[in-house]
């Protein structure tokens, strides 16, 4: 008797086993198929011509925090600190070259050639070209891309292929102040005039992640006293409203405390950066936060 039940039993309990094995299998599979995506996160540099060295301190924090940086958008001067970062990802490097930059390094003011604006922009050409490593957009260690704006059409303009120190001279080519910039056939001047924080560029480009950096929190300027200072002035009016709207799509907002800095002003270069230092040591729990969601 107990042989015919033995021949039933054994085969039950091979069909148990491998019922449960199955189980088991899938299991693992299943945690193991669909490991999350790590999230591309992009920096949002706007314009403020000398307020951007406040860009210098948002990016040695994001550094020291070890905050990934996926892709970089900039306008005007965001584009000058942009190129430089997204060439060669050193912080260092860049703190030390900003604190170098003096205002003869890239304006040069002409009387003579003064028919479209008084600055002809050679002498930020050859700055970017000197210290710059990548020559060509497409060739920066990190995706960039420079925003200017068709001064012919009103279109915001991404530039992504050719020089980069023609995309950096276009992207901060204030109107009236500096002259048009001719680049693959459009004459271009700055991005601040139509996206100043590009931050809808950078979702259009798949950015998970979008960190905008505005240095038009507060525009008030009491103390203008020159045809220069009242075109510096409306162009940081026109930035602010311009970058409203494009700020909807930031996930993260950084606003340094820069008011009052005039257009030109390369000597407060140290309290620029402590600002951006500043504002985003307060925003990094929130892009902590974001990260944590990806993993």
Known sequence: MLAPVRSLFMPAVLLVMIFLFSCQTTKSIGTTIAPKKEPKVALVLGGGSSKGFAHVGVIRVLEQE??????????????????????????????????KIEKSDILDFSIVY???????????????????????????????????????????????????????????????IFAPVTFDKRMLVDGGVTDNVACDIARKKGADIIIGVSLQKDVKNYQIDSAIDVIAQAVNIMAREASRPKLECADVIIEPDVHGVPLFDFGQKKLMMEEGIKATRQAVPKIKELLAKFR
């Open 66 to 99: 070890k905050i990934p940086v996926d892709m970089i958008v900039g306008t005007s001067v965001g584009s000058l600190i942009g190129s430089i970062y997204a060439s060669n990802p050193d912080g260092f490097q860049l703190e030390w070259l900003a604190f």
């Open 114 to 176: 003064s028919k479209m604006g008084p600055v002809q922009g050679a002498k930020l050409e050859s700055f970017v070209e000197r210290n710059v490593a990548a020559k060509r957009i497409e060739d920066t260690k990190i995706p960039f891309f420079p925003v200017a704006t068709d001064l012919n059409t009103g279109e915001t303009v991404i530039l992504e292929k050719g020089s980069v120190a023609r995309a950096v001279h276009a992207s901060c080519a204030i109107p009236g």
